[in-house]
């Protein structure tokens, strides 16, 4: 009776493991905020916003699509383990 409550942990734990994994890969570190460079216009294209969101933005849509595959592989798997009362007894 136990198992649908193991399933939904296991959902859970997976999601918030991959969201704690992703997250030091969203922030530089701490000496590298700014890129030093000669040319003006790298410098202009790193201080614009949309540049600024592109590897988060990337990071979040591959974090989102690994997600999905384990859960549709863990909800796959969970025919043999997961036991579901019919309520008739």
């Known amino acids: 009776m136990c198992t649908p409550v193991i399933l939904f942990n296991l959902v859970m734990g997976l999601i918030y493991g ?10 530089p570190p701490a000496g590298r905020t700014r890129r030093l460079s000669s040319t003006p216009s790298s410098s202009t294209a790193m201080r614009s916003p949309i540049c600024a969101w592109a590897r988060p933005s990337a990071l979040a849509w ?14 796959r798997t969970s ?11």
């Open 18 to 27: 991959f969201q704690n994994f992703t997250l030091p890969w969203l922030r």
């Open 79 to 89: 025919a043999r383990w997961v036991y579901y009362s019919s309520g008739d007894e």
């Open 62 to 75: 591959i974090l989102f699509v690994v997600v999905v595959f384990f859960t549709i592989l863990l909800f």
